[in-house]
Structures are given as structure tokens and as C-alpha cells.
């Protein structure tokens, strides 16, 4: 791997880890054989951090045959030995916290508070539960269903796990990967995005020092089309997860279907924030301004369409607007910085794209503009607010994936809900009332994967993340992301000689062989 333009050390301290390459197959990192460069960019600075060689179809070859040799060891171990391993991996990735919250924050322009305090101990976290969920792959307790016959069910690894993830979150994402599915005693191929390589790969290293055998978790670092493909396409890989785009999702869903593998999707999100006129107002304008601007909006999950009930739609605008102008954006390791960049300048340009197409039916209240000064350099956009824009508009039904939140009224419950429910996408969503029987109606008929009451955004490992719709299927975190990574085997046992001749004869008759 060369380095053009190196970050300074206090920036990348683990920048040496990559000086072998930027593959991690069978235990040690090599230089990926497409031909092709690919630069890591401090969105930020706009400045080169590192580069490395893209995988090809022949690195993708050898991960899974990797993967492949390592599978029938590892899901062979016992899970008291899958589980001590994964504490192993929780210590080693606790030890290395700092490394890796630097790496994020580099690579993603995220707020150091942001990846120190939320996205490194949230993967520790999810390391400690999955290490103790491994100890129970159960099945169903043996009973007697069938006369003399008895029956019970395995949970079984299913086999390679070839995973995509996204650049938003590259070190969870991998994290909510890796560790089910190597907890239920899988192998597994990960590609991480290729302009965020660098957490997904330490992770991969850290599970080696924590004593995963070789081969277990592997890490291709290249463009979708190239190794994604691939990877999907693979004969030997017998599950796909993946995390990204609508669009994308349903190109992997076409080509997995060719080989009829198992399939895990987490996709688009374009959360609605309902607020009724009993809420609370301050606690939803700051609910609103943090759910929409967690890692600078790109999360499927971020808050992007606020409905206000009438009585409060105009006192939410304005407080929103105002709340937004105090948050500060700056360098992702200065100290105060609340907001990142994007993730480069083509996101921030079409984020811009999209409120600059609102601007003939639509107010924007504040942001809707790219900082000058100190910070033009890099992909920044300020915290935009739009008010009035029509339901049926690109900016209230498309994933913008930027610091973006749409602000429109309604009259009644009835309508709130409707409106809600009214985008192609069901990950997320919140309510916000003092009412019990409101917050439970909104529960009840939001059609989504999670919804929130008066709160926006916090996760735990021990619920699942997932969403309905054409926000996927399949569920991350918890005991049932867990179960997703196993196939299930009925056993019956012929208790009596007699019953299987009984059997036979129900069949047969009594002719004789």
C-alpha cells in the first residue's frame, strides 16, 4: 500500500496497521489484485489519507475458499469456546477504543465525541452480547409428537456469510455483521464500502488477536460491481447480508436469488416524527434537531419528516430553526465540533441538489447552503430545516441521506398517522405525546420496524434493528439477529422396531423383501 498523502499521526495513530495492504484474507492482510488504486479521503480536509489496491474477482475467490477451509473447525467448536473467544474480541476492541474511534472519525468526517462515546463502545457492547448470546443456539426441546417417535429441532450454522455494508457506519455495521453470524458458528466475507475501509479491517485484525482461527472473518476491500457482486454471486456463500440503498437491495436480492441463499436486508429509511398536540414541545424540537442530525443525517434511521399537529406546527418551525442555528459545525477532531462533514462532496452536492428543487414549492427555513470560510474545503452542509413542502414531493418521499428535516401539518390523528405510513420505506419512526392511548395507537399502526415514544435514535444490543417494507427484512442486534445466521433441522428418532414395521406396512402391505 503506498500513501501519496499520509494523515498526520495524531489524526490516524494505526495508519502502519495498512502498509501491507488493504485485503484481510486467512488471517494477514494482502494488496488487493484488480489493477486498481483507490484513495481514502479525509471529507473534512478534502485531503488523500491513504490509498490501496481494490479487490478483484480473484481476492473475493480466495477469501471464501478461506472462509470455506474455516468453517467446518469453527462450527465444530463448542459455543462455550465461540463465547470465550468473542469476549476475547470485546476486550481486544476495548483495549484498542481510541485506534478506532480515531479511524472512524477520519474516514467518515464523524465528530471524535461522536465515534468515542456512541459508535466504538456500541461495538463493544455488541461484542459483550454476543459472546454470551453464542452459548444459546438452542433448539427445541425433544417431545414425543408421533406415536413411538421422537422429535427435536438443531440450530445449525448455515455455512459462508458473504456480507456488504454501507459507509455510514462502517465499524458497527460490521460489528452487526461479523459477530451473529460468527456467534452462531459461521464463517464470513465482509465488503465494506470502498471509501470507508479502514475500521472493518481492524476489526477483522483485532478478531485474529483475540484468537478467531484464521479464516473466520475476512474483509475484501472493493467496488460493488467488482467484488460485491461477486461475492453475492459466489457459489460457496450460502447466506448474503447486506446493508444499503433500496436500489442496490433489490439488484442483490436478484442476483442471491440465482443461487436461492438465504438473504438478510437492511435498506432505506426516511423516518417520520410525529408530534401530536399534547407533547411536549421543547423535548420534541431537540428530539427533532438530534434525530435529524445524527452523523450529519446519514442514518436510515435519522429523523427527515416532522408532522406537527396544527396548534404547534408553527412554534416547532421556529424553534427548530432556531435551535439548528446554535449547532456548530467544525472539524470532526476540533473540540466543540457538534456536526461533521458528509461523507465527500458528491453527497453534499446532491443533498444540496435536492433542497435546491424544493426551493419552488417549498420554504426553507434555515441552512440550505454549503459553509464558506475555514471549512470549504471539505464536504460540509449546514443543518437545514424545510417547511411546507408537499407530501407527495421528492423531498418528503426520497431518502436524502443528508442534514436535511421536512416539516409539514396535519389536523387530525387519523391524518398523522396516514401520513406517516405515506413513503415506500418502514424502518423507523417516533411519536411524541403525553396521551398512553395515543403513543400506543401510533405503535400499533406505524408501519415500521421500530418506533420510538418521545425519544429518536437510541439503540440497545439486546432489541432487534430492522425494518418492513422496502426498508428490507431481517433483523440486526439481539437474540433474533442471532437466529437469522441459522438454518433449522427437524430430528426424529424410531423409538420401537415394531413402530417401523408398522410403518412400513401402513405402506406396503405385508409383502416381504
Known amino acids: ?38 484513495r481514502v479521503v479525509d471529507p473534512a480536509t478534502g ?50 477504543a481510541e485506534d478506532l474511534a480515531r479511524a472512524e472519525s477520519l474516514q467518515c468526517g464523524k465528530p471524535l465525541k461522536l465515534t468515542r462515546e456512541f459508535d466504538v463502545p456500541g461495538t463493544v457492547d455488541n461484542a459483550a452480547f454476543f459472546a454470551g448470546a453464542a452459548r ?117 436480492a436478484e442476483i442471491a436469488a440465482g443461487g436461492v441463499k438465504r438473504l438478510h436486508l437492511e435498506l432505506g429509511g426516511k423516518a417520520p416524527f410525529v408530534v401530536f398536540d399534547d407533547a411536549d414541545l421543547e423535548a420534541a424540537v431537540h428530539g427533532a434537531v438530534a434525530g435529524a442530525l445524527i452523523n450529519t443525517g446519514q442514518d436510515c434511521t435519522a429523523a427527515t419528516r416532522a408532522y406537527v399537529q396544527r396548534p404547534l406546527y408553527e412554534a416547532f418551525v421556529e424553534r427548530t430553526a432556531a435551535l439548528m442555528e446554535t449547532v456548530r459545525l467544525g472539524d470532526p477532531f476540533a473540540h466543540g465540533a457538534d456536526l461533521g462533514p458528509l461523507i465527500s462532496h458528491a453527497q453534499r ?30 464536504a460540509y452542509y449546514r443543518p437545514t430545516l424545510v417547511a411546507d ?28 398517522v396516514r401520513l406517516a405510513n405515506d413513503t415506500p420505506y418502514g424502518l423507523a419512526a417516533s411519536a411524541w405525546t403525553r396521551d398512553v392511548y395515543r403513543a400506543g395507537r401510533a405503535t400499533r399502526e406505524i408501519k415500521a420496524g421500530c418506533v420510538w415514544v418521545n425519544d429518536h435514535i437510541p439503540i440497545v444490543s439486546e432489541m432487534p434493528h430492522g425494518g418492513h417494507k422496502s426498508s428490507g427484512f431481517g433483523k440486526d442486534m439481539s437474540a433474533y439477529s442471532f437466529e437469522e445466521y441459522t438454518q433449522i433441522k427437524h430430528v426424529m428418532f424410531d423409538n420401537t422396531a415394531v413402530a417401523r414395521k408398522d410403518w412400513h406396512r401402513t405402506i406396503f402391505g405385508d409383502r416381504q423383501p
Open 1 to 38: 500500500m503506498h500513501k501519496p498523502g499520509a494523515a498526520p499521526p495524531e489524526r490516524f495513530p494505526a495508519q502502519d496497521r495498512f502498509a501491507d495492504g488493504a485485503q484481510y484474507i486467512a488471517g494477514r492482510l494482502t494488496r488487493g489484485g484488480s489493477g486498481r488504486t483507490h
Open 47 to 96: 485531503e488523500d489519507v491513504l490509498a490501496y489496491e481494490l479487490a478483484g474477482a480473484e481476492d473475493v475467490d480466495a477469501a471464501v475458499a478461506a472462509a470455506r477451509e474455516a468453517f467446518p473447525g469453527w462450527a465444530g467448536a463448542t459455543p462455550g469456546e465461540r463465547s470465550d473467544a468473542l469476549h476475547r474480541l470485546a476486550r481486544v476492541l476495548a483495549e484498542q
Open 136 to 252: 444459546g443456539l438452542q433448539g427445541q426441546s425433544a417431545g414425543e409428537y408421533s406415536g413411538d417417535h421422537t422429535s427435536y429441532v438443531r440450530r445449525e450454522p448455515i455455512g459462508v456469510v458473504g456480507a456488504v455494508a454501507p459507509w455510514n457506519y462502517p465499524l458497527q455495521m460490521a460489528a452487526w455483521k461479523i459477530l451473529p453470524a460468527i456467534a452462531a458458528g459461521n464463517t464470513i466475507v465482509l465488503k465494506p464500502a470502498e471509501l470507508t475501509p479502514l475500521t472493518s479491517l481492524m476489526f477483522a485484525q483485532a478478531a485474529t488477536e483475540a484468537g478467531i482461527p484464521d479464516g473466520v472473518v475476512n474483509v475484501v476491500t472493493g467496488t460493488g460491481k467488482a467484488a460485491g457482486e461477486r461475492l453475492v454471486g459466489h457459489p460457496d456463500v450460502a447466506m448474503i447480508s447486506f446493508t444499503g440503498s433500496t436500489a442496490v437491495g433489490r439488484r442483490v
Open 349 to 378: 452536492d446532491r443533498v444540496a441538489a435536492f433542497v435546491d428543487r424544493a426551493r419552488s414549492h417549498a420554504r426553507v427555513v434555515t441552512g440550505g447552503e454549503a459553509p464558506q470560510g475555514a471549512l470549504k474545503h471539505g
Open 389 to 416: 413542502a408537499a407530501q407527495d414531493s421528492e423531498i418528503v418521499q426520497a431518502e436524502i441521506f443528508g442534514p436535511v428535516l421536512v416539516v409539514l401539518p396535519f389536523d387530525h390523528d387519523d391524518e398523522g
